[in-house]
């Protein structure tokens, strides 16, 4: 049963602050202004810089060492979504982890579909290793189709023989774009961010045309092979269940060090809203599997 703090959630998302139907252009903007009444991060410092030729931004909670670092990528359904909706999460988990987040602004779909995305976060990787950094003091996160994201960058830097971070962390990932798990029916009167229709709209934008089920697109159905040690959380309403629970089945069968977090009751990226302890919770859980992994 829902708490009270999380059901105020739940019907916040349900009264639909940003338009489904409305067009992309539409959804960044309302999501822009949503994100713009929230107050700057308390203790966070937040540097401005650029990624291999992208926007992205330094964001460090007070203490965190500079020399570990957390590539993160944020939610959005390859569509919508950018730093300033992002800071404050990526900020929590900088407080959590006690590193540095860069939060990178990938290209969007339709504007740059796949896999636009994935160079991005490979030359955004590319750039901390450049800067000095030792593949042993970093990881890569991802909220919903920031998840998915990391999982393929991952993918991508390992075909390429680039050298692999120490862990990633996927929150509520979006991980198959051809949307064939069973609880994209089994929870979606439960759901109140993440549908069967909206994610068709957003994954026919991004792929282009391509295969859905093409590995970089949708790392369920990759060669999950030599990976890093992941953290995957997933929310007990959530369509995406059985992306995460699938992919976590098929890396451990890969011999991939995974390890499946599945919270009672929680919706999608429950982790950015902090008023819910379980926020918190996960947080912090999330730190300690990142500050075990980054030594």
């Known amino acids: 049963m829902a708490s009270a703090e999380l059901q105020m959630v739940i019907d916040l998302l349900r ?10 252009v539409e959804q960044r903007a ?3 202004n949503l994100t713009a009444l929230a107050p700057p991060p308390e203790g966070v410092t937040c540097t401005p810089c650029e990624v291999g030729g992208r926007p992205a931004e330094w964001v460090g909670a007070a203490g965190a060492d500079p020399q570990r670092a957390l590539l993160y990528l944020h939610g959005g359904g390859y569509c919508i979504g950018s730093i300033n909706s992002h800071r404050l999460l990526a900020a929590d988990l900088s407080r959590a982890a006690g590193v540095r987040a860069l939060l990178l602004d990938y290209r969007l779909a339709p ?26 003091r970093l990881a890569i996160a991802g ?15 390992r075909d390429r023989d680039v050298p692999l971070p120490a862990a990633a ?10 949307q064939s798990g069973e609880s994209m029916t089994s929870r979606a009167a439960l759901d109140p961010m993440v ?8 994954a026919d934008a991004y792929l282009a045309g391509a ?11 990759a060669d999950l092979r030599h990976l890093p040690p992941l953290l995957l959380h997933v929310g ?11 992919f976590a089945a098929r890396a451990s069968a890969a011999g991939v060090d995974a390890t499946l977090e599945v919270w009672d009751d929680m919706i999608h990226v429950w982790h950015a809203f902090g008023l819910l302890p379980e926020a918190r919770a996960a947080q912090a859980r999330i730190g300690e599997f990142l500050r075990r992994h980054l030594g």
């Open 169 to 178: 962390a996927l929150l509520s990932p979006w991980l198959d774009l051809s």
């Open 195 to 202: 549908q069967r229709d909206g994610l068709q709209r957003m």
């Open 236 to 246: 007990g309403a959530e369509t995406l269940l059985d992306d995460a629970r699938r």
């Open 30 to 32: 309302a999501m822009e």
């Open 211 to 221: 295969d859905p089920r093409t590995p970089l697109a949708s790392p369920l159905f």
């Open 15 to 24: 009264g639909q602050p940003i338009p489904r139907d409305a067009s992309f």
């Open 111 to 136: 504007e740059h579909p796949f896999p636009a995305a994935v160079e991005d976060a490979v030359a955004a990787y590319r750039f901390l290793l450049d800067a000095g950094f030792d593949r042993r």
């Open 143 to 157: 909220d919903s189709a920031g998840g998915g994201l990391a999982a393929a960058t991952l993918l991508a830097l």
